[in-house]
């Protein structure tokens, strides 16, 4: 098995979806303190929950490459800032970074509901779990 496969593997079911999970609001309830309202959440497809655990099958797998600590590496690389971050050219970056990079937009969702439907929706995240798909095949 290559090292990114439990990753890779699900690019076709993600790139088949037109949409990536669904916005879940509660119009069932009042929002009193007898009857509150459950926060808005996303719901997502079976391929993208299996894209969340595979991240962390792939970091758990390699961790020669230091990519669980995502801050210290996208630091490291010059990705700090979210413009960087959200600029960065991919084809120039190692699987280290390219880990890191899907693993803090994996993370940010726990804290900020949405994200990884955005990183589905904008294409970033299908386009990083490409290249390292290419770094997979490059190395054999």
Not at 1 to 24: D, N, V, Y
Not at 102 to 128: H, M, P, Q, S
Request: aromatic fraction near 10%.
């Amino acid at each position: 098995m290559k090292r990114f496969e439990p990753l890779t593997s699900l690019i076709p079911a993600l790139e088949a979806e037109e949409t990536h999970g669904q916005w879940i609001l509660d119009h069932e309830h009042a929002g009193t303190d007898d009857d509150p309202i459950q926060m808005p959440f996303v719901g997502y497809t079976v391929a993208e929950t299996e894209l969340v655990k595979a991240v962390y099958i792939c970091d758990h797998n390699n961790p020669d490459l230091g990519s669980h600590d995502y801050f210290d590496v996208l630091e490291e690389y010059g990705l700090d800032d979210q413009e960087a971050f959200n600029n960065a050219d991919v084809i120039q970056l190692d699987a280290r970074c390219v880990l890191a990079m899907i693993l803090y937009v994996i993370r940010a969702d726990r804290f900020c509901e949405g994200t990884v439907k955005e990183y589905l929706d904008n294409g970033k995240l299908l386009e990083w779990a490409k290249r390292l798909r290419e770094i997979d095949d490059m190395e054999g």
